[in-house]
């Protein structure tokens, strides 16, 4: 009688550890399911209890975005949060809004991204927030969203920066050509805006014709080739984005319009080698290194729940032969 007893609480005893093997073993694979469906829709899985952002540039393997994708990604290290770029391989804005569009379908923590037009930008940035995605703005901000905060230049007093060195080094007289990369791009408009203000307090100096490069080298050509035909009286080009001035040189040089006062923006390896050589006279360069990085950490203190300003303007520094090599390391 006692060994059925026995056997009886074996038997129950064997079945209470069947049962608890099974469920444990249902745990740990619904954890593994959550982990994948998590991976999938853009959050990290497994143990990591960091975040999943996305940073859309505005041009993928464009030398200035991949210095901003690198600050990003070396802060995105230290703080322990899972960092994704992606962006349209050439300038596109409808494809940046697209890329925006599937960063907040996919749920992501957190978006940096350009805030190139208001009126486009504005209303899918708006559709991130009322999901509960913060959105920082870098480059160029779109202050009548509900972005978080902006990171990047202050692009008016960059402007005034150029028009600045224009009276510096033609003592205030001239004839401009400018060369903007985009008057669809809210930045660009920002700074042919500050270098006008400068401009118009000098009765010697005039802005005779601006025209766009669309972000690409070998416009800048045509379009400085064009404007230098057309105005013969034209001594100072202005460039206000990176592939601007390089463009001018080419086009100058072609047309024997040398040697002519060029001032461009941003510091690509190019451009410093040309003002070295006194091709170039000066930029003024940004720091996207210091945009990426910051970017990130503004995210980090959010995710923590410490409150941001609107604005944090990264500064620019004028580069011209006497401290070109400073650009280097922007």
Not at 149 to 157: E, F, K
Request: glycine share 10%.
């Amino acid at each position: 009688m006692m060994d059925k007893k026995w056997v009886s609480g074996a038997g129950v005893i064997v079945l209470f550890l069947l049962l608890a093997y099974l469920f444990i073993d249902f745990a740990n694979h619904s954890g593994r399911m959550g982990n994948i469906v998590n991976e999938l829709s853009g959050h990290p899985g497994g143990d990591n209890s960091g975040y999943h952002i996305v940073l859309i540039e505005q041009e993928r393997y464009h030398p200035y975005w991949e210095m901003v994708e690198k600050g990003a990604k070396e802060a995105a290290a230290k703080y322990g949060i899972d960092i994704e770029f992606t962006g349209p391989v050439r300038n596109n804005m409808e494809e940046q809004i697209s890329l925006l569009e599937k960063a907040i379908a996919a749920q992501a923590d957190a978006i940096i991204v350009q805030g190139l037009n208001d009126e486009k930008f504005t209303p899918v940035i708006d559709k991130a927030v009322n999901r509960g995605i913060p959105v920082i703005t870098i480059d160029t901000d779109a202050p009548a969203s509900r972005r978080l905060a902006y990171v990047g230049t202050d692009n008016v007093a960059a402007g005034e920066a150029l028009g600045r060195m224009v009276v510096q080094t033609t003592g205030g007289k001239g004839k401009i050509g400018v060369i903007i990369g985009s008057e669809l791009a809210k930045n660009q408009v920002q700074r042919l805006n500050g270098l006008s203000n400068i401009v118009k307090n000098y009765s010697g100096l005039a802005i005779v014709d601006v025209r766009s490069s669309n972000i690409s080298h070998m416009e800048a050509i045509q379009q400085a080739a064009d404007m230098l035909r057309l105005h013969p009286e034209i001594d100072v080009m202005v460039g206000t984005s990176s592939t601007d001035a390089l463009g001018v040189l080419q086009a100058s040089k072609s047309l024997k319009r040398v040697p002519m006062t060029i001032i461009g923006f941003d510091n690509q390896a190019e451009t410093l080698a040309a003002i070295s050589r006194g091709d170039i006279t000066a930029t003024v360069a940004q720091q996207p290194y210091l945009m990426g990085a910051t970017a990130v950490r503004l995210l980090h203190e959010h995710f923590q729940g410490l409150q941001l300003e609107s604005k944090y303007f990264t500064g620019v520094k004028v580069l011209d032969k006497s401290n070109v090599q400073e650009g280097e390391s922007l």
